[in-house]
């Protein structure tokens, strides 16, 4: 029990920063390994110079007190989000069906790599993404961004898209109609066809607007540093560059993906996506639909 004032803190800490820099272009791990550090410095200080004094009844100052009791809960935060697993929260709605805005998911941080915190540089290769992971990259064109999208093609796969349809090496993608899918976005109804696509040893769930394009070329990203797919207005065809890999959206008709910005290259990876922990609608409402799920 003595140890929930100090664990709560650094919660607390953890969670202001996250949320007041989150939107703006600041390394957060960067900015929790410095609190780590200046928590640490301050735990040291405590335990072989402070501790003495405290004993002899001297009374000592809060700054240094409060940082050190939350340094061991820090850096343990610190390690599990850096090389096990880390939270993210689904901005947007290009993974619908599967994964829906306000989801926390966690992401597995050594599926594709042991990589250095702050650095992002691998150290030990443990394995490479799969046809049909869901994986959070930096976006090459917004590197100071996360993104989450479906692996649709690795190192030297042929993708084309074409009528809505995957076509990967010359062979189709299997996909079947399922219904429907409807959702509210902006204040709107929206509804779409659902289809379940197998990709690899994945079968998954995409939503596609009948009355939309397969392709829109005025939303191709102009300057994109990475190699990027061609096309001639409406078929899209990418041949996936090696240490590339092609990432598309479930939502294929309201995702900005690599169709339009290019391929993720492996040194933009963070990591596998692999379970849904939290959605405030879902817990609020008591229908624990979505919660403690994983990620097809």
């Given amino acids: 029990m003595k140890y929930l004032p100090s664990i709560a803190l650094a919660i607390l800490v953890v969670t202001a920063l996250r949320g007041v820099f989150s939107g703006a272009p600041v390394n957060f791990p960067l900015l929790l390994l410095l609190a780590v550090v200046v928590c ?98 930096k976006a090459p064109h917004e590197p100071e961004k996360d993104y989450i999208k479906r692996i649709i093609g690795l190192p030297g796969d042929t993708i084309v898209y074409k009528d809505k349809k995957l076509t990967l090496n010359g062979q189709p993608v299997s996909q079947v109609e399922d219904g429907t899918y409807s959702y509210v976005e902006f204040g709107q109804f929206l509804t779409t066809i659902k289809f379940k696509e197998k990709l690899g040893d994945h079968e998954y769930l995409i939503a596609q607007f009948p009355q939309f394009p397969s392709f829109i070329p005025s939303q191709k990203y102009p300057s994109s540093p990475v190699p990027t797919c061609s096309d001639d207005g409406s078929t899209v065809t990418c041949t996936v560059p090696p240490g590339h890999y092609l990432a598309m959206g479930d939502n294929r008709d309201n995702s900005l993906d690599g169709r339009y910005w290019g391929f993720v290259p492996d040194s933009h990876l963070r990591g596998k996506a692999f379970f849904i922990w939290f959605n405030w609608d879902d817990i609020s409402s008591f229908a624990f639909k979505r919660v403690f799920r994983g990620i097809q």
């Fill in 40 to 137: 640490g410095i301050a735990w040291a200080a405590d335990k072989f110079f402070l501790a003495k004094r405290r004993a002899a009844g001297e009374e000592l100052h809060w700054g240094v007190e409060v940082p050190a009791s939350i340094f061991t809960v820090l850096l343990v935060v610190f390690l599990l989000r850096s090389f096990l697993a880390e939270p993210f929260r689904i901005p947007s709605s290009s993974m619908r069906p599967g994964l829906v805005t306000g989801d926390f998911i966690l992401v597995n941080k050594f599926s594709y790599g042991i990589r250095l915190p702050v650095l992002d540089s691998k150290v030990v290769d443990t394995g490479s993404p799969a046809r049909g992971d869901v994986a959070v990259f």
